[in-house]
């Protein structure tokens, strides 16, 4: 049984999830019977629904420098990959904690996500993660045929990811594959054809979430150790900052290479190429700002720094809007 949490405006809640915002909406306002399906969707928690968007509007914003025909129908993706990546977070998320179940439960910080505290059960989570899978293939559909391609080959590193914590030690590796697919589906969106600029920019992404997901797994490594799951945050140790510094300029070297793949390649205007680029060096000092301020050992720091991370990718767009108005 859940133990009632006592959000800040003074109401009772009963089954908030431990590491939810205090006072979410989810909890507050959502009917009782939604709420164990929302928390398995993590709408209580948005800062993954971003951490999947945000890669989306990066691919968009550069496939629309790439070519410089920004079109009626970007509104549609941009707008619609923020749907899809609300329902394909939470269908990963549900798929997760389906595969999870046992984990969580002897996990202090996950021992009160729906399944394990006994809020829904596994059929009902099947149920409900299928309804949004269902949901988000339907917005896929609107897109042309590349992309919809595109959208089904995702499904593969999202089936795996939940369970690569137990057979490595860098599971934020496969975390990084799920989550930053949308930078080549909404290049191809827009463009009709993958290139080498959305590859690239999706392998800046994955240096960019194994930066902020170590971060985030320094809250669960000790009780990780316990139950034998692995993660960057036990590999590292130690030398997490160090490792972090790699991360960090892998991330604004290979974002840095994919713009100038999108843009000089179409022989570009130069103040707007040197105005992208801006993008990536802003977010770096973002990145750097975080590591000053991270202490592994304190995991509301490290969730705080976690959360943080929507506006370390939200940098560069502001950049790129810029250049596509020069």
Known sequence: MTTPDRTPEGTTTEGQVADAYRGNWVDRRAPAWSRPYLRLSRADRPIGTWLLLIPCW???????LHDGQPRWEDAWIFLSCGI??????GAGCTWNDITDRDFDGSVARTASRPIPSGQVSVKQAAGWMILQALLAFG???TYNGAAIVMGIVSLLPVAIYPFA??????????LGLAFNWGAMLAWVAHTGYLHPAPMVLYMAGIAWTLFYDTIYAHQDKEDDALIGVKSTARLFGSDTAMWLRRFMAATVALMAMAILSAMAGRGGDPLAIGLAIFGPW???WHMVWQMRKLQIDDPDICLMLFRANRDTGLIPLLFFAGAMLL
């Open 139 to 141: 917005i896929l559909l």
């Open 282 to 284: 802003a977010m770096g």
């Open 165 to 174: 914590k137990r057979f490595t030690w860098w599971p934020q590796i496969f």
């Open 58 to 64: 990066w691919g968009l914003a550069l496939a629309m």
């Open 84 to 89: 899809g990546a609300w329902l394909m977070r």
